[in-house]
């Protein structure tokens, strides 16, 4: 008897509950880091949340008004509640209303975390998506000619591209980069951030040297590690099979080979998602660019402790995406990945 045709669903059904889990997941590794940000920015010794709120010019009445105020006189484990609390529902902190998502008030401005940080988030998200594209296209392309090209020259080249550019720092490129393209030769303007949405062009020749300075780091790595995946790949033993049966070199090397290289290139990929944003930060400060990572150093500088969690916050739930979206990736390209329900 013939067997019986598998179902869209019988496909379907195992990858939604792999995704399911994944999400399910996140969400409580949010969770604990969320209490031990909040435990670390508001329940250490020495921290003093009302005064720091209160500023340089504060009596002790006011001191404890604003303890009542925030809820500072309530146990710790309540505060977290309420302010975990705030991100489902509208709360009251002092004498604002802070609508659901509240990640609560800037101690600076007295603006609201979330929006202030949401404003600066496209300025972030356009430096790290550029960059990515560009390493990644750049970085396996690199890294795949010189596994192709294995011990010749242009193996070499590559090779040593990517070790100098491995031991460039950001700090050191984007001054250099602004006195080549931008002082001297005037081949680009000054670096500054347009809305995509506003102008495509602007933004991308505002943001091209940001993109290059942060990239080239990765692009060196990724190149590394892309040629040292494929030349174990074609050593396998499925290669040499696939070459008995005639098969041309361009389709053993993209068809065959590539997938089974890029499984490693996909996993460390979301594990850098938070270096690129460390890297966004020292990139923003040398380019004058006005993103998260330029509010992360103002308010560590200016012990906003509220501003500083809520970057904490971002960067965390950004980290947790993209190695959701990574695992999803990884399960699909590589079949040896089991994704039962």
Same mark, same amino acid.
């Given at each position: 008897m013939?067997?019986?045709?598998?179902?869209?669903?019988?496909?379907?059904? !195992?990858?939604?509950?792999?995704?399911?889990?994944? @999400?399910?997941? +996140?969400?409580v590794? %949010?969770?604990?880091?969320?209490?031990?940000?909040?435990?670390?920015?508001?329940?250490?010794?020495g921290?003093?949340v009302?005064?720091? /709120?209160?500023?340089?010019?504060?009596?002790?009445?006011?001191?404890?008004?604003?303890?009542? +105020?925030?809820?500072? $006189?309530?146990?710790?484990?309540?505060?977290?509640?309420?302010?975990?609390?705030?991100?489902?529902?509208?709360?009251?902190?002092?004498?604002?209303?802070?609508?659901?998502?509240? %990640?609560g008030?800037?101690?600076?401005?007295?603006? !609201?975390?979330?929006?202030?940080?949401?404003?600066?988030?496209? =300025?972030?998200?356009?430096?790290?998506?550029?960059?990515?594209v560009l390493?990644?296209?750049?970085?396996?392309?690199?890294?795949?000619?010189?596994?192709?090209?294995?011990?010749?020259?242009?193996?070499?080249i590559?090779?040593t591209?990517?070790?100098?550019? +491995? #031991?460039?720092?950001?700090f050191?490129?984007?001054p250099?980069?602004?006195?080549?393209?931008?002082?001297?030769?005037?081949?680009?303007?000054? !670096?500054?951030? &347009?809305s995509?949405? $506003? #102008?495509?062009?602007?933004?991308f020749?505002?943001?091209?040297?940001?993109?290059l300075?942060?990239?080239?780091?990765?692009?060196a790595?990724?190149?590394r590690?892309?040629? /040292?995946?494929?030349?174990? @790949? %074609?050593?396998?033993?499925?290669?040499?099979? =696939?070459?008995?049966k005639?098969l041309?070199?361009?389709q053993?090397?993209?068809?065959?080979?590539?997938? +089974?290289?890029? /499984?490693p290139?996909?996993?460390i990929?979301?594990? $850098?998602?938070?270096?690129?944003?460390?890297?966004?930060i020292?990139?923003?400060?040398?380019?004058?660019? *006005?993103?998260?990572?330029?509010?992360?150093?103002?308010?560590?500088?200016?012990?906003?402790?509220?501003?500083?969690?809520? *970057? &904490?916050?971002?960067?965390?739930?950004?980290?947790?995406?993209?190695?959701?979206?990574?695992?999803?990736i990884?399960? @699909?390209? $590589?079949?040896?990945?089991k @994704? #039962?329900?």
């Amino acid at each position: 008897m013939a067997a019986r045709p598998a179902h869209p669903w019988e496909k379907t059904l !195992p990858m939604l509950a792999f995704l399911v889990r994944r @999400v399910l997941g +996140g969400i409580v590794i %949010l969770a604990i880091i969320s209490l031990i940000t909040f435990l670390l920015f508001f329940a250490v010794p020495g921290s003093d949340v009302a005064a720091l /709120s209160c500023g340089k010019t504060c009596t002790p009445e006011n001191m404890a008004l604003i303890r009542r +105020g925030l809820g500072l $006189d309530k146990p710790v484990i309540v505060q977290y509640l309420v302010f975990m609390g705030g991100i489902f529902a509208t709360r009251t902190i002092g004498d604002n209303v802070c609508t659901a998502p509240c %990640l609560g008030y800037s101690f600076v401005n007295h603006q !609201p975390v979330l929006q202030t940080v949401l404003d600066r988030l496209p =300025v972030t998200l356009s430096l790290a998506i550029g960059a990515v594209v560009l390493f990644i296209i750049f970085g396996v392309g690199l890294g795949m000619l010189a596994a192709l090209r294995k011990g010749k020259l242009a193996d070499k080249i590559a090779m040593t591209f990517a070790l100098i550019g +491995g #031991s460039m720092q950001i700090f050191v490129l984007a001054p250099f980069f602004l006195y080549i393209f931008v002082y001297t030769t005037g081949l680009l303007p000054q !670096p500054r951030y &347009v809305s995509f949405f $506003d #102008s495509p062009g602007d933004w991308f020749i505002g943001m091209l040297l940001p993109w290059l300075c942060l990239a080239i780091i990765y692009i060196a790595y990724y190149a590394r590690l892309t040629r /040292s995946s494929m030349v174990d @790949v %074609l050593n396998e033993d499925f290669i040499r099979t =696939v070459r008995a049966k005639g098969l041309g070199t361009g389709q053993i090397y993209v068809k065959h080979a590539f997938r +089974g290289a890029m /499984s490693p290139v996909v996993t460390i990929l979301g594990l $850098d998602i938070a270096g690129l944003f460390a890297g966004a930060i020292i990139t923003e400060q040398s380019f004058g660019l *006005v993103g998260v990572g330029q509010l992360a150093v103002n308010s560590v500088n200016n012990s906003d402790l509220p501003m500083m969690m809520g *970057v &904490v916050l971002l960067a965390a739930t950004a980290v947790v995406l993209a190695n959701i979206i990574v695992d999803v990736i990884y399960a @699909v390209i $590589d079949p040896r990945i089991k @994704v #039962s329900a």
